[in-house]
């Protein structure tokens, strides 16, 4: 590794050398002393009104010694440090902080003059609350730690960077409350992130990845929250939280599944509204994957599960119907997912026409045109309607709908009851950080049962979850 | 991954009763000439003493076949552990082929073709492909679903049965009784289940006790049952196939609500589909402690041993009922052969010496 030489003009070429891009400038300047100095910066991440301010006019009288230690204390920017090396020095040019070369010197001077483009902090569009709070985090990592730092005065919150991504040099930040969350799976996190090797990390979700025992489960094993009041709480029950530059979803590990049937509102309403809401998620769930594939099935090959009366309406509007049901029902699926996926990426002000064409268009007229029945388009917006009571698992269950539908069109009720059990073996057997998937279901874990789909009022959550292995459990007095 | 006393009770409890739901009330009401409820109880007990027997061996914290090591060597042991996979594999026959009977019959209007069943076997092979003590989770998910699935049918069914039909109970006589205990034979073998299972749970205090208790409740629930089916259908119980199916389509708000007892029935087949696997997983497990676990073995063992038995099936398919009565009447003692005296001549097998102080 080379270090800097006295010479300035063979540094600043040795330097270049190392950073050939054409955003990479030099400002050269001299003291009124005849000093010579040369700032190098990256142009679009560096702050040049606060370089000009904090270096420039700050050295223009400079009269001592040609020593990085001198320099620096003349400096008025906060964020000020020496280094020899000139690998770590092109480093911190990238990153935005700008490098300070003079002739003579024993070190170079790097300053804290990063260029921050922020949004400003908002209410997450995925995770509103009506109670509680609303902050979300943003893309700017220092906005995140802040957010975090905030709602934790102690000492024990421990928020330990480090670089991912061999050309991206991602900062991710491992966030853990020290003494409460288990120091193995924290040395885990950390182990699993030194061994990442990839080339660039635009978002946390491909952290997830690496984090995950069965990186390519349907299952997810990594929990996910972009609001700072959720992942502070989950760092308070011994989860192990990390921030990603750039990204403004957070990750919590280890993973319960039951984690996206609760919302952070439950914690401000009483607990027997929560429990009747989480326990509303998880039938709205079960509706959202089973229902079509029930419906399916039942008209296939079992016409008794339908009451009477329902059966001669069902007859009716399916009579003239040219599809099979499968394909029928699969067929409004498909439509649903389209319509879902452009009204995503469409601009807001086509909003409106999309769901006018959605709903009039190719509700209203299809059924009429005899192409689809009725009940198929109603159980098809009961099910779209139920994905979204569990948002964070949407990715998961709209394909297990899918599945469930092929299934039931071609085995029928038992297929749909094996493809659960299949579910069943699979979630039980899936761990992560050594954290069971469906605990405190499967193995049962009878204390941590008070926060889960059933919600004890807070005085009777006076321990952290035992699934988390936390060494301090006691969380309330 | 170990097994908990918990998950070991819930199994006896909870899962254990569900083979017993679909095809033996009937059987019994024919063997035992309608008088069903003590051989069911002759046999509860029996099983309930060999459970004891089997979670005593538990003591020891060895595997089966390391336990039979003791007395055979380890040649011997790998060969008794293979003919007790083999006796795993011919004891889950019957339930398959009835589990085959109730899904063609229960969850489709018209008889569908035999493919229909096939999954269930890819089903057994991915389980059997698990280590066996994942099971133990299973049980804790699996435990409340039947109480929910067989609650909901006893609720449904019980308004409908007349329970004056079942007294005097013993009117049969011992010649009922004994036809009726021979009869059934074949669907108790669940404490030779348990024991591909040693080694993979520790005894904690009572556990003996504690499971023979628990799979007795477990029988209380099926002799409750078999009473309220008995109560509806009385003396045409015996053509009553499909037990736990058929007693609730009495109740009177199905015919406004439709089949509502169809989510019970569907909470059951899965609890079902789960226990009908266990031999076949217990089997590969025998295997495994007897041939030593390589890489693939397991998926190759799962894999080969649910294809057989899908051929199994498949061969007898038409002959199921001949199946049943060739093994009631000339097999039935191969059940408690392996469940019952199997367990008892294991307990003085490998007793740990006591150390000198």
């Known amino acids: ?477 | 991954m170990k097994i908990s006393t918990r998950q070991l009770l819930f199994f006896l409890a909870c899962v254990a009763p569900v083979g017993k739901l679909i095809l033996l009330p009937a059987r019994l009401a024919d063997a035992a000439q309608n008088d069903l409820l003590f051989p069911l109880l002759a046999h509860y007990l029996l099983q309930a003493g060999a459970v004891f027997l089997a979670l005593l061996l538990a003591r020891r914290e060895e595997s089966f076949t390391e336990l039979l090591a003791h007395a055979f060597g380890r040649t011997g042991a790998a060969i008794l552990s293979v003919l007790f996979a083999l006796f795993l594999l011919f004891a889950s026959l019957l339930p398959l082929l009835e589990q085959k009977l109730f899904v063609q019959n229960v969850f489709y209007d018209t008889l569908p073709a035999f493919i229909v069943y096939a999954p269930f076997f890819l089903f057994t092979a991915y389980v059997a492909s698990k280590p066996l003590s994942s099971y133990g989770r299973v049980w804790d998910i699996l435990a409340p679903l039947f109480l929910v699935g067989l609650a909901g049918i006893l609720i449904l069914s019980v308004g409908s049965s007349d329970f004056g039909a079942v007294a005097p109970a013993g009117a049969a006589g011992g010649s009922g009784f004994l036809k009726g205990v021979s009869s059934a034979f074949s669907w108790f073998f669940d404490a030779a289940l348990l024991l591909p299972l040693l080694g993979k749970f520790r005894y904690t205090k009572g556990l003996a006790w504690k499971g023979a208790l628990c799979y007795l409740a477990g029988g209380a629930a099926v002799i409750f049952f078999t009473a309220v089916f008995y109560g509806i259908f009385q003396g045409t119980a015996v053509n009553q196939l499909f037990g736990f199916t058929v007693t609730s389509k009495y109740f009177p708000g199905i015919a406004m609500l439709g089949r509502v007892d169809y989510l019970f029935i569907f909470l059951l087949a899965l609890v079902m589909a789960f226990y009908n696997s266990m031999a076949l997983q217990g089997s590969v497990e025998c295997m495994l402690q007897a041939f030593g676990r390589k890489k693939y073995l397991p998926t190759v063992l799962s894999v080969i041993v649910s294809a057989g038995m899908l051929t199994a099936v498949t061969l007898l398919d038409r002959g199921f009922s001949d199946v049943l009565l060739g093994v009631g009447k000339w097999a039935f003692w191969i059940f408690p052969l392996f469940s019952v005296v199997v367990p008892a001549l294991m307990l003085p097998l490998g007793r740990k010496r006591r150390e000198a102080p």
């Open chain 1, 1 to 477: 590794m080379k270090n800097v030489a006295g010479d300035l003009n063979k540094t600043k070429e040795a330097l270049k050398k190392l950073l050939p891009a054409e955003d990479i400038l030099t400002f050269g300047f001299t003291s009124a002393r005849g000093m010579e100095f040369c700032c190098v910066f990256a142009d679009p991440i560096t702050d040049k009104e606060l370089l000009g301010e904090q270096v420039i006019r700050a050295l223009s009288d400079y009269d001592g010694e040609a020593k990085a230690e001198e320099v620096a204390k003349k400096l008025t920017s906060p964020e000020t440090k020496t280094e020899p090396s000139l690998e770590a020095l092109a480093d911190e040019v990238l990153l935005g902080n700008p490098v300070l070369l003079f002739a003579g010197m024993d070190a170079a001077v790097v300053v804290g003059t990063k260029k921050i483009f922020t949004r400003a902090i908002s209410e997450p569009s995925t995770d509103v609350a009506v109670k509680g709070p609303r902050e979300g985090f943003i893309e700017d990592f220092k906005t995140n730690t802040s957010l975090v730092r905030r709602r934790f005065k102690t000492g024990d919150l421990r928020i330990e960077t480090s670089e991912v991504g061999k050309r991206s040099k991602t900062v991710v930040a491992v966030c853990y409350l020290d003494g409460i969350a288990p120091a193995s799976a924290v040395e885990e996190v950390k182990k699993k992130l030194q061994e990442i090797e990839i080339d660039y990390i635009p978002d946390s979700s491909y952290l997830t990845h690496f984090l995950s025992s069965r990186p390519y489960s349907l299952v997810k094993q990594v929990g996910t929250t972009e609001k700072p009041d959720i992942f502070c709480a989950k760092l308070a029950e011994g989860r192990i939280g990390l921030l990603v530059d750039g990204s403004p979803i957070a990750l919590t590990v280890p993973y319960l599944l039951i984690e996206d049937f609760q919302s952070s509102e439950d914690y401000f309403v009483p607990a027997y509204r929560a429990t009747f809401t989480r326990l509303l998620r998880l039938f709205a769930l079960i509706v959202a994957i089973y229902l079509p594939a029930f419906y399916i099935a039942a008209q296939l090959f079992k016409l008794q599960l339908f009451p009477i009366k329902l059966l001669l309406t069902i007859s009716g509007s399916i009579r003239d119907i040219p599809f099979s049901p499968s394909l029928e029902m699969l067929l409004v699926l498909l439509v649903l997912e389209v319509l879902n996926e452009a009204s995503i990426r469409m601009p807001k002000y086509v909003g409106m026409a999309l769901s006018v064409v959605g709903a009039l268009v190719l509700g209203e007229t299809a059924v009429s045109a005899g192409f689809v029945s009725t009940p198929a388009i109603i159980i098809i917006a009961f099910s779209g309607i139920g994905l979204y009571a569990v948002p964070n698992l949407i990715e998961q269950t709209s394909v297990l709908r899918l599945a469930m539908l092929l299934i039931a069109g071609s085995v029928g009720t038992y297929g749909i009851i094996l493809a659960t059990a299949f579910i069943i073996l699979y979630l039980v057997t899936t761990e992560n950080f050594g954290t069971p998937l469906v605990a405190p279901y499967a193995p049962v874990v009878g204390s941590d049962l008070r926060d889960s789909l059933i919600k004890y009022n807070l005085g009777s959550l006076k321990q952290r979850p035992k699934t988390l292995r936390s060494p301090n459990r006691r969380r309330l007095a």
